[in-house]
């Protein structure tokens, strides 16, 4: 059954690069991708050489910017050329023809409504249901995501980032747990360069709840933002949802801007936090270290102190 699914999702895949040459040799050329590693203690950072991320790394996001230019997910601008497939919820499927991963979609809203998180995590987790074999991934508008006029998602094949199975022995610490119901279970990882809010939950409904708990804190602590700054990660598997949340104060880190050789074009969104850095250019590919990886995450990310506020009130959660 879940293979069939798959299948399906991969088919279009292949369908769509029969007929439109640029996402086809940018598919080809992932195989070419370069990547390395970097091993923290129990953890990885893979870092990810891909020429074709420039224009997402580097999208201008103010509103002038977005004011400016045609919107790239909106169906009258789109390449007639690139097909869609209906998903629930009034999602669309869509091929990305930059791709991080081997099977990569784009996954928009056919309205074009702002990102927002709010109100649409009941659409998040009926498509990562329906797409189990797949990890959803959501860019908030101010970390990362390149569209933030038009509410999308992305989706790519599980196993690619280091993430999804580090997770499993970052749990076994038992000081991590910090809720469990009948059908959910909640843990804060703290020792992982960045502060994560790891949700697993054979629940929609309360999965759904304590989410929107945990962003209604962190808004509370973040004012004046159009929605508290998060990416995070959903996939469906056996019955049970996870979700990693990745709370953030800031949207790209100092080494973004600045200049010459202390430059590095790195914009973190999920794929990054989950596990893959990815670096556009060749030189910062090549002169990333470490303690950049480990300065950039201490950046973006929320602190100790915050973390300790949403795990308060993740542990005073009672259902209603
Ligand atoms: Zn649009």
């Not at 999804?164 to 970052?170: Q, W």
């Not at 999920?270 to 060749?282: A, E, N, Q």
Request: glycine residues 6%; neutral net charge; contains cysteine.
């Amino acid at each position: 059954m879940v293979k069939q699914k798959n299948d399906r999702f991969r088919d279009f895949l292949s369908e769509q690069n029969h007929t439109w040459k640029l996402s086809a040799d940018n598919y080809r050329g992932l195989d070419l991708v370069e990547e390395k590693l970097f091993h923290f203690d129990g953890f990885i950072i893979k870092v990810q050489f891909n020429p074709e991320r420039m224009r997402s790394s580097t999208a201008k996001v103010d509103q002038g910017s977005i004011a400016a230019r045609k919107c790239f997910l909106c169906h009258e601008n789109r390449p007639e050329v690139q097909n869609s497939r209906n998903l629930p919820h009034d999602f669309l499927l869509l091929v990305n023809p930059f791709p991080i991963f081997k099977t990569h979609f784009t996954i928009p809203s056919i309205h074009h409504v702002p990102q927002r998180l709010a109100g649409n995590l009941e659409a998040m987790f009926t498509i990562a249901r329906q797409m189990e074999g797949f990890q959803l991934f959501y860019n908030g508008p101010e970390c990362g995501a390149s569209a933030p006029d038009h509410l999308h998602f992305q989706a790519g094949e599980t196993g690619f980032l280091p993430v999804e199975s580090e997770f499993l022995s970052l749990r076994q610490n038992t000081d991590t747990l910090i809720f469990r119901s009948a059908t959910t279970k909640i843990w804060a990882i703290d020792h992982y360069l960045r502060k994560m809010i790891s949700i697993e939950t054979e629940s929609q409904e309360q999965g759904i709840q304590l989410i929107e708990e945990i962003l209604s804190r962190f808004g509370e602590i973040q004012p004046g933002k159009v929605e508290p700054m998060v990416n995070l990660l959903c996939t469906f598997k056996e019955g049970k949802w996870i979700l990693h949340l990745f709370p953030r104060k800031l949207h790209r880190p100092t080494q973004y801007f600045a200049e010459g050789n202390d430059q590095l074009l790195i914009s973190p969104a999920s794929v990054d936090l989950g596990g893959v850095f990815i670096t556009p250019r060749r030189e910062d590919f090549e002169k990333i270290t470490a303690s950049d990886i480990a300065g950039i995450f201490d950046q973006v990310t929320i602190d100790e102190n915050v973390l300790r506020k949403l795990k308060e009130t993740v542990k005073n959660y009672r259902s209603i």
